[in-house]
């Protein structure tokens, strides 16, 4: 009981003795009477209110109930957890950092947040965007740490390209650092089905397979190694109409980056243009995208798990005693596979060899795997970089001009 209800119950209780005092008085003290009769009435409406309001005060918005949803499907943590939010002044980052605020207001996630913002300066007006991110994070009572990129603007198509890589980059490797400072477990992100949407027919254009095609995922590690999780809470249900709808329930006017109209950027342009043209022929493609990579994703971890388990039969031990490289493939193993498996099996050796898959692109995986066909050893596929794979006595070996990265053990291979 809170202690509206204890103070009631106690002057309830002091009023029923004075009318019961009261009511032995021959002369019949009607003020006293009247007086506590009005204060009960008081006490009974006051009570009622108080309960209105907690009720109103305890039911949260469409937008936070899906958020919180979702964050119990996720299994994230809801206490005791230090998690930094990505939030760059835009509608979607907005709406997930005040759907957070109203959670943690309302006393449904017990966490400690701090507010993340990268300054690209790649336009005039972006440190007035820091600056009005670290008001709203101020106002909402969350710490916010605010960082700058040093990031030059190019001219042609592939240097937008580029310079959008360079920005991812240079934004996880804040957020990556901001994490570490703080010791946050999970790292947020306001990625949408929208921009799921978007990705799955970038990729679509420039050719990927399903691992591809499965778009981004809801989890994954910040960093290879790393124990930190990278969690895009509204990819799987949010789009980008509800998060802009919230801010403005919440009466947030959130910050416009001319950029994202730019169409020499190919996600804009597929934005603006291709999306749209979609759209008429199906007005829930966004839905239906999403959907797609949904399944396909379930396939490409069905394939991974099949490739994991041809890698390790078929890896030998080096060639040299001693040697720590790379593992030699047998042939013969990889050629009891279908192709589709063996390919990403092949493509999981190179890079836990390498550390990354860089530039290597499926002319690459299909030169090597085309090594395994005929019985002629000696011959070689060449990979970016400078490494080359080579067959030689039913074995595949790998090996590069400068040396090998150390080797890496977290899979590229899809798990769904």
């Not at 209800?5 to 019961?20: D, E, T, Y």
């Not at 109203?102 to 996630?109: N, Q, T, W």
């Not at 570490?180 to 477990?185: D, V």
Request: hydrophobic share 40%.
């Amino acid at each position: 009981m809170n202690s509206l209800g204890v103070g009631a119950v106690l002057l309830q209780g002091f009023l029923f003795a004075l009318r019961a005092h009261c009511g032995r008085d021959a002369r019949g003290p009607s003020r006293l009477t009247s007086f506590a009769l009005n204060v009960n009435n008081w006490i009974s409406m006051t009570t009622r209110a108080h309960k209105g309001q907690r009720a109103t005060n305890f039911r949260l918005s469409r937008f936070a109930r899906s958020l919180l949803e979702q964050w119990h499907r996720l299994d994230l943590p809801s206490s005791d957890t230090n998690i930094a939010v990505a939030v760059s002044g835009g509608a979607d980052s907005c709406a997930l950092l005040l759907g957070l605020e109203e959670l943690v207001r309302r006393g449904k996630l017990r966490i400690r947040l701090t507010v993340a913002h990268l300054d690209h300066g790649l336009r005039a007006g972006s440190q007035k965007d820091a600056q009005w991110v670290k008001q709203l994070a101020k106002d909402l009572g969350f710490e916010v740490v605010v960082g700058r990129a040093k990031l030059a603007m190019a001219s042609g198509e592939n240097s937008r390209e580029n310079l959008e890589q360079a920005a991812r980059k240079a934004r996880y490797d804040f957020l990556f650092r901001i994490a570490t400072k703080k010791h946050a477990s999970y790292v947020l992100t306001a990625h949408t089905l929208d921009d799921q949407a978007e990705t799955v027919l970038l990729r679509l254009i420039r050719g990927s397979a399903a691992e591809g095609l499965s778009g981004t995922p809801t989890v994954r590690t910040l960093r290879p190694g790393s124990k930190i999780l990278l969690v895009r809470p509204l990819i799987a249900w949010a789009q980008r109409s509800d998060t802009e709808e919230y801010c403005r329930f919440r009466k947030i006017d959130f910050r416009a980056d001319e950029m994202n109209d730019d169409e020499n950027f190919s996600r804009v342009k597929v934005r603006k243009q291709l999306l749209p043209l979609m759209q008429s022929f199906n007005n829930r493609i966004v839905a239906t995208l999403n959907r797609t990579a949904g399944l396909l994703n379930e396939d490409a971890a069905v394939l991974g798990g099949l490739a994991t388990s041809l890698l390790e039969l078929a890896a030998q031990a080096p060639a040299k005693i001693g040697e720590t490289g790379p593992p030699r493939l047998s042939v013969s193993v990889l050629l009891q596979s279908p192709v589709a498996v063996r390919r990403r099996a092949l493509r999981e050796w190179i890079f836990r060899a390498r550390g990354d898959l860089k530039r290597v692109e499926m002319v690459h995986l299909n030169a090597v795997d085309g090594l395994l066909s005929g019985a002629r050893g000696g011959r070689t596929a060449e990979l970016p970089g400078g490494m080359t794979v080579t067959r030689k006595r039913g074995m595949l070996e790998l090996a590069g001009k400068k040396g090998l990265k150390k080797r890496v053990t977290t899979s590229r291979i899809s798990r769904g």
